[in-house]
């Protein structure tokens, strides 16, 4: 069982950083891959960004590449995503999640969800 908790959300405006953390608790951090999603009204969730259990290997949405940054720190148990030059677009709750399999791109392949934080970008 792992427990997920993120912060860091917030209101920022257009052009802006954020940087969101999700901590992560009930087992060692390496054992299992993780990933942020995006989700909006009405919308299916979103992929974001997904890092692999030791951190050596992430993959990206095309829509955040090169803006987006997903690192972890195994020792702390925690990834962070570091969000770099904001768009409007970006305005949605992100969460974070955790699973067995590295670098997957849906949901269904995560089994813990955290509550999600919400960021809201502003022109």
């Known amino acids: 069982q792992v427990q997920l908790v993120e912060s860091g959300g917030g209101l920022v405006q257009a052009g802006g950083s954020l940087r969101l953390a999700c901590a992560a608790s009930?087992?060692?951090?390496?054992?299992?891959?993780m990933a942020w999603f995006r989700q909006t009204p009405g919308k299916e969730r979103e992929f974001a960004a997904a890092?692999?259990?030791?951190?050596?290997?992430?993959y990206y949405a095309d829509s955040v590449k090169g803006r987006f940054t997903i690192a972890r720190d195994n020792a702390k148990n925690r990834i962070y995503l570091q969000m770099n030059s904001l768009k409007l677009e970006d305005t949605a709750v992100y969460y974070c999640?955790?699973?067995?399999?590295?670098?997957?791109?849906?949901?269904?392949?995560?089994?813990?969800w955290g509550q999600g934080t919400q960021v809201t970008v502003s022109s």
């Open positions: 890092i692999s259990g030791n951190g050596g290997t992430t």
């Open positions: 009930g087992r060692p951090g390496s054992t299992y891959a």
């Open positions: 999640a955790a699973g067995f399999r590295n670098l997957q791109v849906t949901d269904r392949s995560y089994d813990y």
